[in-house]
T-cell receptor, first 111, second 114 residues
Framework: DAGITQSPRHKVTETGTPVTLRCHQTENHRYMYWYRQDPGHGLRLIHYSYGVKDTDKGEVSDGYSVSRSKTEDFLLTLESATSSQTSVYFC??????????FGPGTRLTVL | GENVEQHPSTLSVQEGDSAVIKCTYSDSASNYFPWYKQELGKGPQLIIDIRSNVGEKKDQRIAVTLNKTAKHFSLHITETQPEDSAVYFCAASNRDNAGNMLTFGGGTRLMVKP
């Protein structure tokens, strides 16, 4: 997890409230990703970024938005959280090679 | 898009035995196949990867094999130890450089009994 942090690490919220998760890297890597992890589904890509202000949708982007105003920060926002968004969220970065480096994760519970 | 299937979902072995996890993929354009290990409460960590121009790759007790014709690849762990207990994920991508989009399998929970 060196060089990549996520905050908060745990969050409980109620249906309909907005939630923002933060990913911060100190590696100056160009690419950043948000994945969600659910039992039996592995990790599924929500959104990714290939540079400041350059983002695109992944496989499961509905209900999520992202922003990247600085190289080091990638924010994931749930505009109106639903129970189906209860999950563990992982941020990842990649630099010069194809391997991803994952953060420690954020466990989100939507009641 | 790409679809990656992983089997088995759980695997229990005795310490010292070998463990094999298998994955199949659907997109013939995929050319990069990494394996990740996830310990409890942590993010996945890359343990080994293979590119489509290679049939097998080894790193100490772990090895990965790739059969492009059959579109399947496997992770082999020999002389398993209790610290190998974790969840393992395979993945596939049609790019083998930075910025690739990985599609993951569903994961295998490996338990190594002392």
């Amino acid at each position: 997890d060196a060089g990549i942090t996520q905050s908060p690490r745990h969050k409980v919220t109620e249906t309909g409230t907005p939630v923002t998760l933060r990913c911060h890297q100190t590696e100056n890597h160009r690419y950043m990703y948000w994945y969600r992890q659910d039992p039996g589904h592995g990790l599924r890509l929500i959104h990714y970024s290939y540079g400041v202000k350059d983002t695109d949708k992944g496989e499961v982007s509905d209900g999520y938005s992202v922003s990247r105003s600085k190289t080091e920060d990638f924010l994931l926002t749930l505009e109106s959280a639903t129970s189906s968004q209860t999950s563990v969220y992982f941020c990842a970065i990649s630099g010069t090679g194809p391997g991803l480096i994952f953060g420690p994760g954020t466990r989100l519970t939507v009641l | 898009g790409e679809n990656v299937e992983q089997h088995p979902s759980t695997l229990s072995v005795q310490e010292g035995d070998s463990a094999v996890i298998k994955c199949t993929y659907s997109d013939s354009a995929s050319n990069y196949f990494p394996w990740y290990k996830q310990e409890l409460g942590k993010g996945p960590q890359l343990i080994i990867d293979i590119r489509s121009n290679v049939g097998e790759k080894k790193d100490q007790r772990i090895a990965v094999t790739l059969n492009k014709t059959a579109k399947h690849f496997s992770l082999h762990i020999t002389e398993t130890q209790p610290e190998d207990s974790a969840v393992y994920f395979c993945a596939a991508s049609n790019r083998d450089n930075a910025g690739n989009m990985l599609t993951f399998g569903g994961g295998t929970r490996l338990m190594v009994k002392p």
